[in-house]
């Protein structure tokens, strides 16, 4: 199994992206799945999570703004960022975890123009 993301790329302040999260070889249904970012000399911190029951929780510095969501015939978990902010900067990273396995993904820099 495997975690492969895309859709990062450049912004300008006020714009969206789309980040994409795909779990090939196993259903995304059955991990618990989140978002991370790491801006440059910081730690990496989480972005928002998405349990298989459903529930969604994100950062503070994202409430309102992003949305994570699975596509459960595509297998993938998204990430739809709004409203981005120069702060929003970082590589993102997927995470799965699921019974005795945890995943990460390989990372997709987003990098937001003021």
């Known amino acids: 199994v495997q975690l492969q993301a895309s859709g990062g790329g450049l912004v300008q302040a006020g714009g969206s992206l789309r980040l994409s999260c795909a779990t090939s070889?196993?259903?995304?249904?059955?991990?618990?799945m989140a978002w991370f970012r790491q801006a440059p000399g910081k730690q990496r911190a989480v972005v928002g999570t998405?349990?298989?029951?459903?529930?969604?929780n994100y950062a503070e510095s994202v409430k309102g703004r992003f949305t994570i969501s699975r596509d459960y015939a595509k297998n993938t978990l998204s990430l739809q960022m709004n409203s981005l902010k120069p702060e929003d900067t970082a590589v993102y990273y997927c995470?799965?975890?699921?019974?005795?396995?945890?995943?990460w993904g390989q990372g997709t820099q987003v990098t937001v123009s003021s």
């Open positions: 070889g196993s259903p995304v249904s059955l991990y618990d």
């Open positions: 995470h799965a975890r699921g019974r005795n396995i945890e995943l």
């Open positions: 998405a349990t298989t029951g459903g529930r969604t």
